[in-house]
């Protein structure tokens, strides 16, 4: 009895199924899931319909040439390439090579032809978009009354502001009619003079979300006078609204977080706003208060009376200045005077009759010598209390001997 191992039973069949004329080059129809886009570029996915699934994988060289579209799971397609066997898993899968759209297809080439046609009348300039109100107070809604998309809604304006008021037309997003009725949401809800308009509806294949391709629904988003936010299907799902729309949303939700603010955000910004104002009028009057001071220590300057009284200060200090000088300057004087009148004293006559001493003249003359004077000359003593007459009745002409 021979053993084989695992991989060589997986190589042995690998071999087959490549061998296999049928399985070398094939078209498999099917509706794609799971579908999963790998970092390097490699596309994951299946293929199923009501009898089976079989894995699929497309490398990222193939899909650069064999894929022109977005693949994502329920999408009906054509998928051209082979089978083999992934070895290491031991199961057997789609290479693709090339995937073609099929029953959307032509939808698909509708979309294409008609997005050209509106691009080129200006229907999607984006220097034509309108700002959306960053504090609505009326935002319409077209949508079907009932499904999560419209409680979705509901549920987040009243979350982010309560005092906003909802208008909902409940038009009818799917099949036949479904455009005629969205057409008429948008122009009842614009000429309700809305501050904003929602339009969309849930996610779903192309053929649900055909109404929001058609022409006269993407023309009633451009002629609307009111700004309009386009939130329809999924993230991956864009319609010819979302491109005329002012805004797009990838879903309903994130529609209504772009049309009502956060009430909370706004109170903060508007506090944030009164803090920054607040100390803007703190500075602008503190600057104001220096140029006052300023302007009034100026004015104090120029004042006449403060000049006088500056005047009459510098007035009294000269007058103190001179009087002090002439007092100085007397002082000294008197004191020279002193001086010299000392020395006036010591060099007068009548300085020195005081202590017995006097002055003797004769004739006013002085009398100098005993030889200038005779027995009974008159003659005038002068001491220092008076003036006295004598007759000479002796002369000595030697004092001492």
Excluded at 98 to 111: R, S, T, W
Excluded at 130 to 138: A, E, F, R, T
Excluded at 223 to 232: D, F, Q, V
Aim: charged share 25%; aromatic share 8%.
């Amino acid at each position: 009895m021979k053993i084989y191992s695992v991989g060589q039973i997986n190589n042995y069949i690998k071999n087959i199924i490549t061998q296999d004329y049928v399985l070398r080059s094939l078209t498999i129809k099917g509706e794609v899931s799971n579908c999963k886009y790998h970092g390097l570029g490699h596309i994951y996915f299946s293929l199923k319909d009501e009898t089976g699934t079989i894995p699929a994988v497309m490398f990222k060289g193939s899909a650069a040439k064999g894929l022109n579209f977005k693949l994502s799971d329920g999408q009906m397609v054509l998928v051209s390439g082979s089978v083999g066997v992934y070895e290491r898993d031991g199961r057997y899968q789609l290479y693709a090579s090339e995937i073609k759209l099929d029953g959307v297809g032509n939808l698909y080439e509708e979309f294409e032809k008609l997005k050209n046609k509106l691009n080129e009348e200006g229907l999607f300039d984006f220097e034509l978009k309108k700002p959306i109100p960053k504090y609505p107070k009326k935002v319409g809604i077209v949508t079907a009354k009932t499904g999560a998309a419209i409680q979705d809604i509901i549920n987040i304006a009243r979350r982010r502001n309560p005092y906003v008021e909802l208008f909902l037309y409940p038009a009818k997003v799917q099949g036949e009619g479904a455009a005629d009725t969205i057409v008429k949401g948008i122009k009842t809800l614009d000429a309700m003079g809305m501050d904003t308009i929602i339009i969309g509806r849930g996610g779903g294949s192309m053929e649900d979300l055909w109404a929001f391709n058609e022409e006269k629904v993407v023309r009633a988003v451009y002629e609307a006078h009111t700004p309009i936010i386009s939130g329809t299907g999924h993230e991956v799902d864009i319609t010819l609204a979302d491109y005329a729309a002012d805004l797009r949303a990838p879903t309903p939700s994130a529609a209504c977080e772009l049309a009502i603010p956060d009430i909370m955000t706004t109170v903060n910004q508007v506090r944030g706003y009164k803090n920054s104002l607040d100390v803007s009028i703190k500075n602008k009057l503190s600057m104001a208060k220096l140029t006052l001071d300023k302007y009034d220590a100026k004015m104090a300057s120029l004042n006449p009376m403060a000049k006088l009284e500056n005047q009459n200060q510098y007035l009294s200090e000269l007058y103190d200045r001179l009087k002090k000088s002439v007092q100085d300057k007397y002082n000294n004087y008197r004191h020279r005077f002193e001086i010299l009148s000392i020395r006036l004293n010591g060099l007068s006559p009548t300085a020195k009759l005081i202590g017995g001493f006097g002055y003797i003249d004769k004739e006013d003359m002085p009398l100098l010598s005993v030889k200038d004077i005779k027995v009974d000359d008159e003659i005038n003593v002068t001491i220092s209390d008076g003036r006295l007459k004598a007759v000479v009745s002796e002369v000595e002409d030697k004092l001492y001997e």
